[in-house]
């Protein structure tokens, strides 16, 4: 139980495009999702709260415009990377709080983004 | 700023030598404490968490950890290392602040194990 998929992989994209990620909770509701970044041999950086019916929370720094976030059902958030540019790539990971697993967080399996 | 230090971004370690991967953290209110393992191309898997209970908690796969005040640490310990503990450790932090809602991550360990 608990698990967390994300589609795709893995995508390859020009610049000036836009590339949608998508987060799912397979087998428990989510309330909140977590979105975060990763850089190659580098910590996990999260950059925004995504909340069931409400707008996302975002961290410090992260734009919101660039950034896009949608979580239009308890299974379901999406990131949308809007206009990317190479330094957009990076390994994008979200996770699911599950409340009736005393809120723990699990993980999806990584999205890996590149922009050429 | 409230953060989390992992010293040592390899560790390499014998067959069934004992394991141990270093975090610190940096608050003057005990934080909930986490350790995740991630596979290759896997999500994060948690290990185990310290959340105000034991001070000596046990995860899955024989890994333990204590969690120390005094030295505001929180170190991964595994008496003896299986080739199939090889992957990234995270040792990871939430604040009573946040509702202890967001994590804020460590730059990882990655755990070699020699036969």
């Known amino acids: 139980g608990a698990v967390v998929s994300q589609h795709p992989s893995w995508v390859i994209c020009k610049s000036g495009t836009s590339v949608k990620i998508e987060c799912r909770s397979l087998d428990f509701q989510a309330t909140t999702m977590f979105w975060y970044r990763q850089f190659p041999k580098q910590s996990l950086m999260l950059m925004a709260t995504?909340?069931?019916?409400?707008?996302?929370?975002?961290e410090q720094g992260v734009e919101k415009d660039k950034f896009l976030i949608n979580h239009a059902s308890l299974t379901l958030s999406t990131l949308t990377v809007t206009s990317a540019h190479p330094e957009d790539s990076s390994f994008y990971i979200c996770s699911a709080r599950d409340g009736t697993r005393d809120n723990e967080q699990f993980f999806g399996p990584g999205t890996r983004l590149t922009v050429l | 700023a409230q953060s989390v230090t992992q010293l040592g971004s390899h560790v390499s370690v014998s067959e069934g030598a004992l394991v141990l991967l270093r975090c610190n953290y940096s608050s003057s209110v005990p934080p909930y404490l986490f350790w995740y393992v991630q596979y290759p191309n896997q999500g994060l898997q948690l290990l185990l968490k310290y959340t105000s209970a034991a001070t000596l908690v046990k995860g899955i796969n024989g890994f333990e950890a204590e969690f120390k005040k005094s030295e505001t640490s929180f170190h991964l310990t595994k008496p003896s290392a299986h080739m199939s503990d090889a992957a990234e450790y995270f040792c990871a932090v939430s604040y009573m602040n946040t509702g202890f809602q967001k994590l804020v991550f460590g730059t990882g360990t990655r755990l070699l194990v020699s036969p």
């Open positions: 995504s909340n069931e019916g409400s707008k996302a929370t975002y």
